[in-house]
């Protein structure tokens, strides 16, 4: 597979997400179905295997751990701290105690002596980012964390970041359905020199083209309490998939592929990470890292409206760009 970078760190072009197979979403509590389906993420090439301790918690990176074993060596392991609290303090903790006591505790989950890249999953409006970059940068030093990045950061907040010590990467969610970084976050990267990696690069499932209503998903699904789901917004935006499937259609490729594509189609540095349980989507997911679109293709995408809906409820995204 092709790969692109995000900082000096070398990835393949598509990652995977691991989240849906410990938590949110339908399909969730398949092991053995998920682990063989890492492992033959490995298999054809993905080298960037996304996770964080509030999955579960603490259930989705025990399941990567399980499934790396003897497959260590090349491969990218991506996680994230800050939502859970390990000394006492309710809701986002970034301080540097905790970053130490969370990043042992995925260490032992994830059967590794250090991690590839090593995440703040929300920016914590309590401590601030230079004390918190200070301590990963103690982590780098100590060799038990290569590379470190912020997930849903401001731009302002990641030019302060990157000053005390070099982002890798920022993990936003980022895709047909969701063009926020291109604003600010987007550029800021680029000038830096700093990766973005892509989260629900297929809209949560919604630009697959297989959600047209929620009948099907299971009852504690996260979408069915999402805004852009709900209140008639799923029926509203259903233009924006039917236009991708008719791109796919001309193209002779998947939604999803025609998505992933698109992304791929914004430069280098860019690199998704689409999640799945299942092999055969897997596949697919994969083979659009090889994929291109026209120049009028991407110029249709380009023109979609945006979804009517946030993206998250009141308090997701008041912490989000911070």
């Known amino acids: 597979m092709k790969t692109t970078a995000l900082g000096d760190l070398e990835v393949s072009r598509i990652g995977f997400g691991a989240m849906g197979m410990s938590a949110f979403y339908t399909g969730s509590g398949r092991d053995p179905e998920s682990i063989r389906t890492i492992r033959h993420a490995l298999d054809v090439g993905v080298t960037h295997i996304d996770t964080a301790e509030v999955y579960g918690p603490y259930a989705n ?7 790396l074993v003897g497959r260590r060596d090349g491969v990218v392991i991506a996680t994230k701290f800050g939502l859970v609290s390990h000394i006492g303090r309710g809701g986002a903790d970034s301080r ?16 590794t002596d250090y991690v590839d890249l090593y995440y703040q999953h929300r920016v914590d409006p309590l401590t601030p980012i230079e004390d918190t970059v200070g301590a990963l940068a103690d982590l780098v030093a100590e060799g038990k964390v290569r590379h470190i990045g912020l997930s849903e950061a401001g731009a302002a907040t990641i030019r302060r970041a990157h000053a005390i010590h070099p982002l890798a990467a920022i993990q936003s969610e980022y895709s047909l359905w969701t063009r926020d970084p291109e604003d600010e976050v987007l550029p800021a990267l680029r000038e830096l020199g700093v990766g973005l990696v892509p989260y629900s690069p297929l809209g949560h499932g919604f630009l697959t083209g297989g959600i047209r209503s929620l009948d099907g998903l299971d009852p504690d699904d996260w979408r069915r309490s999402n805004p852009r789901f709900t209140g008639g917004n799923l029926e509203r935006n259903l233009h924006i998939v039917d236009e991708v499937q008719a791109v796919s259609a001309e193209a002779g ?9 698109w992304l791929i189609g914004q430069g280098e540095g860019i690199a998704p990470i689409p999640g799945t349980t299942r092999i055969e989507r897997l596949e697919e997911n994969v083979a659009a890292g090889d994929l291109g679109l026209t120049t009028e293709q991407l110029d249709r995408l380009d023109a979609l409206p945006a979804p009517v809906g946030d993206r998250h409820d009141a308090g997701g995204m008041a912490a989000i760009d911070r």
């Open 96 to 111: 540097p105690q905790n970053i130490r006591i969370a990043l042992e505790g995925s260490l032992r989950r994830l059967r």
């Open 253 to 261: 490729m998947t939604p999803a592929q025609v998505a992933l594509a």
């Open 61 to 67: 990176e025990e399941l990567v751990g399980r499934a």
